[in-house]
């Protein structure tokens, strides 16, 4: 069995390092300074009667006099002994660690944020109990101790290797904070365990926490001694556990209808979810406003009864301006945990898709699709009718048609738009997700157009492609197609007899499909197929328009945003309005951490210029239940669990006090020695 990490008792323990007790050595040097006889020099005098000591000592054999007490000679000796002590480093303290290498690790999760009253009863945090802890328990180390410092946030972080500065640990312990993000002690624990492994001696691992764990099983089987220390007293939270920012129709909303009504005016509708973590019923107000503005656009007051998590909807009517800005989510009245009480999101670029259809051939000015106008210059579409009127009959959808020249020049073309070009294969096609229909012979996004089949049969489709699902291509006949081979076989969507004839030339950025033939050219526009089809693909445009993120926007986790594939000298703003490391790969920006909940804004140059705004969210009921959670330490090594409230002050030092001490003496007798003495008593000089 391993000793135990820490020994309380009940009257403090006074530590010395011997180290600087050799200065003691240097009294008696001091001492035969003051007994040693004076060397005299010879000189002639009327009298040796006022030199009779004087005489004495040359008539003395000894090389040594009497010791006599002299003030000087005490203050020396003292100041000798107080620089001694000093350099000895000593202490008292109630807790006494007995490990050569010793791995602290600091909870750094959104939890440790919660406010807490200090041992004086100070208003503080959990994370400034725990970092005056770390202190505490670094001035405890034994003399040749080193120790090493973690911090525990999403990821594990190396503060400070190992070290036996306590000057220096401490300073890292000052720097670390409270992250705004889920944690994960596992990851921590693995890494000072990986640390601790290879050194000899005593190892131990501590670790400072609220408890809060949103894993708690991560302590198990740990293969070193362990031992937790709580910090900070249960307190009951409410948070927004939940959010999600749609657009709408304030008659279906109302009416539950499926699909809104064209004439249906446009409604933002945030969705929260808000939980009680507490034991008290809460009545709380939840508003909801725009960045950077003081209006409220919507406010509900709701109780939450004890461990509920209640539903809230709060809805306004945006105009074109409003599209794309933040908007924020706050509970009042404000808790122990303010960070959850917060929440962010953005309004949806509106409830209408653009679509923009683009031909490779000549049209007359002027002439939209079926159902749409064009816009001024433009050049009507002149592909496939029937691929124009399916995407028009859907109305959710702003369909504007031209030429290929109209499509690469427009200036201030939506980044979110669905872009169909029937007839042409373009290098670098602006918008959102494309759909490239009978493209010419040649190399197109990764697929070798071939040439021409005759009549083919179609014999198998991807269904488990989302572009494909709930639809049949049986009994579809096309006149002709193009041969298409793909990069690979998984990028095939439609074979037929004699080969493929639609792929899949999605990127990181936008999901692409090329059809190998023209729609009129078949029967397929005939079938309901070609209408479920048509769907599919505005349903993931759609999606990717709601979203513009391909991963999670949680806090603590990398952030993907979609940018165009020609962007460059990009550019990542994070909450506070720091700079943030972005990278960018295939028409994806990538944001290694976000460690704070709020808005970041990623910019970009480039021929298709433009800026997207990024919510990021805590939404932890794991971090926001600040109530008691049991530690999972079974199986595996020693794990012991204690609170801060009962240890006992760990460590207070007096190397600082017994150095101004030596340094009075000092000075006190650099004093005594240089004073002029004042004239004796009863033998004043007379008068002028």
Not at 279 to 293: E, F, K
Request: hydrophobic letters at 45%; glycine letters at 10%; aromatic letters at 4%.
């Amino acid at each position: 069995m391993a000793a135990p990490l820490a020994q309380a008792s009940g009257s403090p323990l006074s530590l010395l390092a011997p180290g600087g007790l050799w200065l003691l050595a240097l009294l008696g040097p001091l001492v035969v300074l003051y007994i040693l006889k004076i060397k005299r020099s010879r000189r002639r005098v009327p009298s040796t009667w006022l030199w009779a000591a004087a005489q004495r000592d040359l008539m003395a054999r000894a090389p040594f006099r009497r010791l006599i007490a002299q003030l000087p000679l005490v203050l020396q000796a003292l100041a000798l002994a107080l620089l001694a002590l000093a350099l000895a480093r000593p202490a008292s303290r109630g807790r006494a660690f007995t490990g050569d290498h010793v791995a602290i690790i600091l909870d750094t999760s959104a939890s440790m944020s919660a406010a807490a009253r200090s041992p004086s009863g100070e208003a503080t945090t959990r994370i400034e109990l725990g970092k005056q802890l770390a202190r505490d328990l670094l001035s405890g180390l034994t003399p040749g101790s080193d120790a090493l410092i973690l911090e525990a946030g999403r990821d594990a972080r190396l503060v400070a290797a190992l070290d036996r500065d306590l000057v220096r640990l401490k300073a890292a312990v000052d720097t670390v904070a409270a992250r705004e993000v889920e944690g994960d002690i596992g990851s921590a624990v693995a890494l000072a365990v990986d640390r601790l492994r290879q050194l000899g001696g005593a190892r131990r691992i501590v670790v400072i926490t609220d408890g809060n764990l949103a894993r708690p099983a991560a302590l198990r089987g740990v293969s070193l001694p362990l031992e937790v220390i709580t910090v900070g007293a249960p307190v009951d939270n409410a948070a927004i556990v939940r959010v999600d920012v749609r657009s709408g129709s304030g008659a279906a909303s109302a009416s539950g209808a499926d699909a809104p009504r064209p004439d249906d005016r446009e409604e933002v509708q945030a969705f929260l979810v808000v939980a009680n973590l507490g034991a008290q019923p809460r009545d709380l107000y939840v508003t909801m406003r725009q960045d950077n503005a003081s209006d409220v656009l919507g406010s509900r007051r709701v109780l939450v009864k004890p461990g509920e998590r209640l539903p809230v909807v709060l809805t306004f009517r945006p105009s074109p301006g409003d599209y794309r800005k933040g908007l924020l989510f706050e509970l009042s009245p404000r808790d122990a945990m303010p960070i959850d009480d917060v929440a962010y999101g953005r309004v949806p670029a509106g409830d209408k898709l653009p679509v923009f259809l683009a031909s490779g051939g000549g049209g007359a000015p002027g002439q939209g699709a079926p159902g749409q106008g064009a816009p001024a210059g433009a050049t009507a579409f002149s592909g496939s009718p029937w691929l124009a009127r399916a995407l028009a009959s859907d109305p959710m959808t702003s369909v504007t048609s031209g030429s290929l020249a109209d499509l690469l020049g427009a200036p201030a073309l939506d980044p979110d738009t669905f872009v169909v070009v029937d007839g042409a294969c373009p290098p670098d096609v602006p918008g959102g997700d494309l759909l490239l229909v009978n493209p010419p012979p040649g190399r197109c996004f990764g697929t070798l157009v071939g040439p021409t089949l005759d009549r083919p049969t179609l014999t198998s489709w991807d269904t488990a492609d989302p572009r494909l699902r709930f639809l049949t291509l049986d009994g579809v006949h096309l006149r002709a197609a193009s041969s298409l081979e793909p990069e690979s076989a998984t990028r095939a969507l439609i074979r037929a007899q004699e080969g493929t004839v639609a792929t899949d030339i999605s990127t990181a950025s936008r999901t692409g499909t090329l059809l190998g033939f023209d729609v009129g050219e078949s029967d397929w526009p005939l079938k309901a197929s070609f209408v479920l089809f048509v769907r599919n693909l505005l349903e993931q445009a759609r999606a990717h328009r709601a979203h513009g993120i391909t991963g999670p926007a949680r806090t603590g986790e990398p952030l993907r945003v979609s940018v165009p594939a020609t962007a460059r000298d990009l550019q990542a703003i994070g909450p506070a309005g720091e700079r943030l490391d972005v990278a960018q790969r295939g028409g994806v920006a990538v944001i290694a951490e976000t460690p704070r909940a709020g808005f970041y804004r990623l910019s970009w140059q480039g021929p298709q210029a433009g800026s997207v705004l990024v919510p990021a969210n805590l939404t932890s009921v794991a971090e926001s239940d600040l109530t008691p959670k049991p530690l999972v330490t079974e199986g595996g090594g020693e794990v012991a669990v204690s609170s801060a409230s009962s240890e006992q002050d760990a460590h207070t030092e007096w190397t600082w006090l017994l150095a101004l001490a030596a340094l009075a003496f000092v000075v006190f007798d650099v004093w005594y020695f240089t004073r002029v003495p004042g004239p004796l008593r009863g033998h004043e000089p007379p008068a002028a």
